[in-house]
């Protein structure tokens, strides 16, 4: 759910959870914020046979399934293929321990029928499994402080900033605009100013939650992903063109990574207030011969 409600100053214009790290999104009008993210975000992830994270980078059919929440777990879904219910582990379910980039992650396993359903619409051996304790299973320090984390790649949520996002896209090459959709971001915030985000430090929303901007995030291929066909219009775009104007020592940038200071419900339509601002943090690692 998106909204444009004629607001004044920043506000909440949309918000996204994947509850399947690397498949489809949703997009609900509320989303309670815990320390780990957003609730249901990215607690089950898909993993190849020696238990390594699998995401679009490598598969982008899994932009094909849609994960739907229910109140068991999830039922799995793709176009022309019947439904797969799939219920969260109970504590006689497999422990396994499942890789997220650098960091070792122990997981419940969903079962057989889930790993062969996701085996057959992706087209390669994968099973799918569940954050059972995401207050504890992945601890890492992000800024000053230790968060808890689900199976997103490094941090709890992913702003965006909508005049950002029309700022690249006058950039890109005429007809190739892209949607926000590209960036998988949680928490989409309506503002005129682009860019602005890099000098948010701290954001309250809804007049209660509070969460810290931390660092840029670096952008990688599914960013030229169509995240409703999983096909890719342009295999050098949207990458080059932030690439002339955003490139950093740690990559090509587009929207700023989070942690939860304070946390609770918020929804579309809720008043942004920065609470904190200091200088555009791409300077912090800015590449000198970008």
Same mark, same amino acid.
């Given at each position: 759910?998106? +909204?444009?409600?004629?607001?004044?100053?920043?506000? +909440?214009?949309?918000?996204?959870?994947?509850?399947?790290? /690397?498949?489809?999104?949703?997009?609900?009008?509320?989303?309670?914020? %815990?320390?780990?993210?957003?609730?249901?975000?990215?607690?089950?992830?898909?993993?190849?046979?020696?238990?390594? =994270? $699998?995401?679009?980078?490598?598969?982008?059919?899994?932009?094909?399934?849609?994960?739907?929440?229910?109140?068991?777990?999830?039922?799995?879904?793709?176009?022309?293929?019947?439904?797969?219910?799939?219920?969260?582990?109970?504590?006689?379910?497999?422990?396994?321990?499942?890789?997220?980039?650098?960091?070792?992650?122990?997981?419940?396993?969903?079962?057989?029928?889930?790993?062969?359903?996701?085996?057959?619409?992706?087209?390669?051996?994968?099973?799918?499994?569940?954050?059972?304790?995401? @207050?504890?299973?992945?601890?890492?320090?992000?800024?000053?402080? @230790?968060?808890?984390? %689900?199976?997103?790649? /490094?941090?709890?949520?992913?702003?965006?900033?909508?005049?950002?996002?029309?700022?690249?896209?006058?950039?890109?090459?005429?007809?190739?605009?892209?949607?926000?959709?590209?960036?998988?971001?949680?928490?989409?915030?309506?503002?005129?100013?682009?860019?602005?985000?890099?000098?948010?430090?701290?954001?309250?929303? /809804?007049?209660?939650?509070?969460?810290?901007?931390?660092?840029?995030?670096?952008?990688?291929?599914?960013?030229?992903?169509?995240?409703?066909?999983?096909? +890719?219009?342009?295999?050098?775009?949207?990458?080059?063109?932030?690439? %002339? =104007?955003?490139?950093?020592? /740690?990559?090509?940038?587009?929207?700023?990574?989070?942690?939860?200071?304070?946390?609770?419900?918020?929804? +579309?339509?809720?008043?942004?207030?920065? $609470?904190?601002?200091?200088?555009?943090?791409? $300077?912090?690692?800015?590449?000198?011969?970008?």
């Amino acid at each position: 759910m998106s +909204v444009d409600m004629g607001l004044q100053g920043p506000h +909440v214009t949309s918000l996204h959870i994947y509850p399947v790290k /690397g498949l489809h999104g949703l997009a609900p009008a509320s989303a309670m914020l %815990s320390p780990w993210g957003m609730e249901g975000d990215r607690r089950w992830m898909v993993v190849t046979p020696d238990n390594r =994270f $699998l995401t679009q980078r490598t598969c982008r059919d899994m932009a094909l399934v849609a994960p739907i929440p229910t109140a068991e777990g999830l039922v799995l879904t793709r176009a022309g293929v019947q439904p797969c219910p799939v219920r969260c582990p109970d504590q006689t379910a497999l422990l396994l321990t499942v890789t997220v980039w650098k960091d070792q992650v122990q997981a419940r396993d969903a079962g057989e029928e889930a790993a062969g359903w996701l085996t057959r619409v992706l087209g390669r051996p994968c099973r799918l499994v569940w954050m059972h304790r995401p @207050e504890l299973a992945r601890i890492r320090m992000l800024g000053e402080a @230790e968060h808890p984390v %689900s199976f997103a790649d /490094g941090y709890p949520l992913l702003l965006a900033n909508t005049a950002s996002l029309e700022a690249l896209n006058d950039r890109l090459p005429a007809g190739q605009a892209i949607p926000m959709s590209r960036f998988r971001a949680n928490i989409v915030i309506s503002s005129n100013q682009a860019w602005a985000e890099d000098s948010w430090r701290r954001l309250c929303i /809804g007049g209660n939650v509070v969460v810290r901007v931390v660092a840029p995030c670096s952008r990688c291929v599914v960013t030229s992903i169509d995240q409703n066909t999983a096909q +890719v219009p342009n295999p050098k775009e949207p990458l080059a063109t932030l690439a %002339s =104007f955003r490139r950093t020592s /740690g990559g090509v940038m587009f929207a700023q990574n989070a942690v939860v200071e304070k946390s609770g419900l918020i929804s +579309v339509g809720d008043r942004v207030e920065v $609470l904190e601002e200091g200088p555009s943090n791409l $300077l912090d690692n800015q590449n000198k011969t970008a």
